[in-house]
């Protein structure tokens, strides 16, 4: 297990290496410079050159660093937890993560708690009374909450609960716009505004969950533990939720493994439609600014969680099947 | 100082009646941003949403008056201008404050525009201190500045704009302003509101200035809430969750009507300090060289049909480069071109292009042997799908004189560089206006990119009676503002009639906006032609105090 676990952890480290050594050279062969002289053509040449030189471009003297060199210099500060300066924000790239995190966490934290507590036993309840109406019923609806993009179903549930209804003698609804004033001193006025963005991100994962979960469930039925188990006399409840259940519950480790670094990244379509200010927000305007350390900070934090979140469903899948040993 | 400008619009309809209630302190204006900030340094700021949420912060020496006219806010009365138009006094308002208690005097204005001044200030916003020679404190409420020769924008260009706390802002070191912390958390303000709280990617906190030199503005606090989605601002306005959206007009068509049949708002549409042209290469060589070629063009588009299909009615057709909102617009200066196919067929003959078999133009080729074809791109941002739109339909329209013109849909980062180096056929793009009409950066010889260092001259059009017009238009300086604008009025009719004339730029449309406002908020006045543009940004912060809310919350 520690050989397995050493063998892991170098491995996602090369990993994230490559793809930083990939995401640098793409940024920085995209055409377009960090400063556009355009915006003021009076703009003295010393302060751009300052300007280039604090954001690792060039050196005092306004000469270019090569690439390789100027990716030295990047790896050399993110091994110190510095992932450089936005070149739009000037301001140290962690600071604005740091700014973002919490929210997209909390948005997309709510979002996967509510999927996985409403997926999960809709997934069994499925499983345990298959073909039955319900069965067929929670299938079809989840079909259609798979189909539709968080995207699409957030616009619809922003103009159902937030205009029409509003707009209707009913005044009634949810509000438009993300966090409100004092979101944070005011829990409840926040699960307010929480309703609707939440609501759009988990329909998605609720379908995928328990359509999973509905599968993995099914597989484990049928297997001939099962029948031995209810063959000597053991409960049906029993059967299912301590002999099958246990089981089964490991596709879904994996998802929920996947499904968790996506909550650093941020729903970027959700977060801007709802005006959540979280860290898919961020990495969009900078993508229209061209802020390239920004959209390198995200991609390698969802990098680095992508492979801590796979090891840790690895090390998971141990404690819930003692069958496996690595 | 941040440039503004100073316009009558031509329509005189619409004008709001001020409230017959009376205006009561209280409640809280929450506003619709687009976008958030990155700084609310007035020095560094470049964007909208900047300087919007920094002229609640900030005072201003002078500022634009519902029609636009240049009217005194810091300062007390217009400034005096010496016979000579070389020496410009003004006075400031005495007991004017900071919000830490300390008295706003000249020497806050000298310390601001020495920052501004300095060649070496760190921003993407330009300031253009060029005409100054001298500026000077006369006493702790006066201030003198002496220019090199009589300079006519000054007033709009130089003095309507923010005066920062020299006690803060003078410490600093103009190359590294933007990375100090005061850049993010302001500490000192002058203008109506003082900055609480920034949240960022969400809302800027404010609350009131109770040492605001035009006295108590009414509202307690004022929230601008980050909304990135323009549909979802349009229906936050309509929803009452904002109180003010001052980019209404981004929302589109559909956006506007809703909002204006909802009885909860209050909308003006208006013609905005913005044009959008098609600004040609005219340098030798290049297919739109020759003027008759430029003409030809003009004459084979329908202005309004493109105008109409490419803006959806958010543009209204123009023909010189000087807006209907401004007060040097005359409608009866510019040279039109209506829709004729057969001169400019003949206009095309004469300037030697004869049409091929395949369609095309030639003409033997102007700067070596061999024949040129007339072909080449329209230059137009990704992301605008109204200029893209219009560049669509010009290419299809100039096929019948044998113009092959390609739309090149390309991004932001890297649409100017070539410009600048001279080297397309043709852009489109858009100008956003100062309150002052000077055209001497796009028109004047002396502004040609790239032949001189610096300027927005890109299309190479050169003329010596065009530069000899702007230089009197600038330098014409009379004792009043009015005297001097009319004289001015005179010479930009000129103006106009040579670069409409001569095609310098084919003019597309100005933009139309709106503004909307709940009908909670009480005392909002439209100028002339329904426009509020003096509420945005830094025009005249000052007016907004007069809002108050009618409910009280």
């Keep these: 297990m520690t050989f397995y676990l050493i063998r892991r952890v170098a491995i996602g480290i090369l990993l994230l290496f490559l793809m930083s050594a990939m995401f640098f050279t793409l940024t920085r062969v995209t055409p377009g410079r960090p400063i556009s002289v355009g915006e003021n053509p009076k703009i003295h040449q010393s302060v751009i050159n300052l300007r280039l030189h604090r954001l690792g471009l060039t050196d005092e003297q306004g000469n270019s660093y090569p690439i390789p060199q100027q990716y030295v210099l990047y790896l050399g500060a993110l091994l110190h937890g510095d992932l450089g300066d936005s070149y739009v924000n000037h301001e140290k790239v962690t600071t604005l993560l740091l700014q973002r995190l919490p929210n997209s966490i909390l948005l997309l934290g709510a979002a996967l708690l509510v999927a996985l507590a409403i997926g999960i036993p809709l997934g069994i309840f499925a499983a ?41 003698p009913l005044h009634w609804g949810f509000p438009l716009f993300g966090m409100h004033t004092g979101g944070v001193d005011d829990p409840i006025d926040l ?13 998605l994962q609720i379908a995928i969950f328990s359509r999973f979960m509905r599968a993995s469930m099914l597989e484990v039925l049928h297997q001939d533990y099962i029948r031995t188990a209810r063959a000597k006399g053991l409960s049906l409840e029993k059967v299912n939720y301590k002999h099958a259940l246990r089981n089964a519950i490991l596709p879904i480790i994996t998802l929920v493994a996947i499904a968790i670094p996506q909550i650093v990244n941020g729903a970027i379509i959700t977060e801007g439609i709802f005006s959540w200010p979280g860290t898919g927000q961020l990495a969009f305007q900078a993508v229209v600014d061209r802020d390239y350390p920004v959209i390198l900070g995200v991609v390698m934090l969802v990098a680095a969680g992508t492979v801590l979140f796979n090891l840790i469903a690895d090390v998971t899948y141990a404690v819930a099947d003692p069958r496996i040993r690595y | 100082m941040v440039a503004a400008t100073i316009a009558i619009l031509v329509a005189a309809c619409g004008n709001t009646a001020p409230s017959s209630e009376t205006p009561k302190n209280g409640g809280t204006l929450i506003w619709a941003l687009d976008s958030d900030a990155t700084t609310l340094n007035p020095f560094v700021a470049s964007t909208l949403p900047e300087f919007r949420v920094i002229s609640f912060l900030f005072p201003n020496l002078y500022a634009g008056d519902k029609n636009l006219n240049v009217v005194p806010d810091l300062a007390d009365g217009m400034p005096s201008v010496s016979s000579d138009g070389l020496v410009w006094t003004v006075k ?52 003198k500045y002496t220019l090199t020769q009589p300079f006519a924008p000054f007033l709009a260009s130089n003095l309507v704009g923010y005066v920062a706390p020299a006690e803060v802002y003078g410490k600093l070191d103009p190359a590294k302003i933007r990375d100090d912390p005061v850049s993010k958390a302001p500490t000192v303000f002058g203008g109506a509101y003082k900055l609480d709280k920034w949240i960022p990617g969400q809302e800027f906190d404010l609350s009131v200035n109770p040492n605001y030199y035009n006295g108590r503005p009414h509202y307690d606090k004022v929230i601008g809430k980050v909304i990135t989605d323009a549909t979802a601002a349009a229906n936050a ?29 209050q909308v003006h549409t208006y013609q905005d300090l913005g044009y959008i042209d098609f600004r040609m290469n005219t340098r030798k060589g290049h297919i739109f060289d020759n003027v008759l070629t430029r003409q030809a063009l003009a004459s084979v588009l329908d202005k309004p049909s493109i105008v109409q299909a490419a803006t959806q009615g958010a543009g209204a057709p123009l023909w ?13 200066s510019v040279v039109k071109y209506p829709l004729d196919v057969n001169k400019a067929k003949s206009l095309m003959q004469q300037a030697g292009w004869t ?26 941002r990704a992301g605008k799908p109204d200029r ?28 100017y560089p070539p410009i600048q180096k001279g080297q397309f056929d043709v852009f489109i793009a858009g100008f956003s206006l100062t309150l002052e009409p000077d055209d001497y950066s796009t028109a004047h010889s002396s502004q040609l990119q790239p032949e001189h260092h610096e300027g927005q001259n890109w299309t190479g059009y050169s003329n010596p009676q065009l530069d000899s017009l702007i230089d009197q238009e600038r330098s014409t300086v009379k004792a009043t503002d009015a005297e001097t604008k009319a004289a001015r009025k005179a010479i930009f009719n000129q103006i106009e009639k040579i670069i409409s004339g001569d095609v310098q730029t084919y003019m597309l449309w100005a933009d139309v906006s709106s503004m909307g406002w709940t009908t909670n908020v009480g005392d909002v006045v439209a100028g002339s032609g329904d426009n509020t543009i003096y509420y945005d940004s830094n025009n005249n912060p000052a007016s907004r105090a007069q809002w108050y809310s009618k409910s009280g919350k």
């Design chain 1, 128 to 168: 345990t009374r298959q073909y039955s109406k319900l069965d067929i019923t929670t299938s079809l609806v989840s079909y259609v909450g798979v189909s539709i993009p968080s995207f699409v179903l957030g616009i619809y549930l922003l103009l159902i609960f937030g205009v029409i209804l509003r707009q209707s």
């Design chain 1, 191 to 203: 699960l307010y505004h929480m309703v609707l963005p939440v609501t759009s991100l988990a329909i």
């Design chain 2, 92 to 143: 400031l308002k005495k007991n004017a404050k900071w919000s830490d208690g300390t008295p706003i005097t000249a020497d806050d204005v000298l310390a601001t525009q020495k920052i501004q001044g300095d060649p070496k200030l760190d921003t993407d916003y330009s300031y253009d201190w060029s005409k100054l020679k001298t500026i000077e404190k006369v006493d702790a409420n006066t201030v």
């Design chain 2, 237 to 265: 306005l309509i929803n009452g969750d904002v109180a003010w959206h001052p980019s209404l007009g981004e929302s589109g068509a559909g956006g506007i009507s809703k909002a204006k049949k909802s009885s909860n708002v």
């Design chain 2, 320 to 332: 010189g480069d000087i807006v209907p909102a401004s007060w040097a617009y005359d409608a009866n």
């Design chain 2, 355 to 380: 049409i091929g078999s395949d369609g095309v133009a030639t003409r033997p080729n102007p700067t070596g042997s061999g024949t040129q074809k007339f072909v080449g791109k329209i230059r137009v």
């Design chain 2, 388 to 415: 893209l739109k219009a560049a669509e339909i010009i290419s299809d329209q100039v096929k019948q004189i044998g113009m092959q013109l390609t739309p090149e849909p390309t991004d932001f980062k890297v649409f």
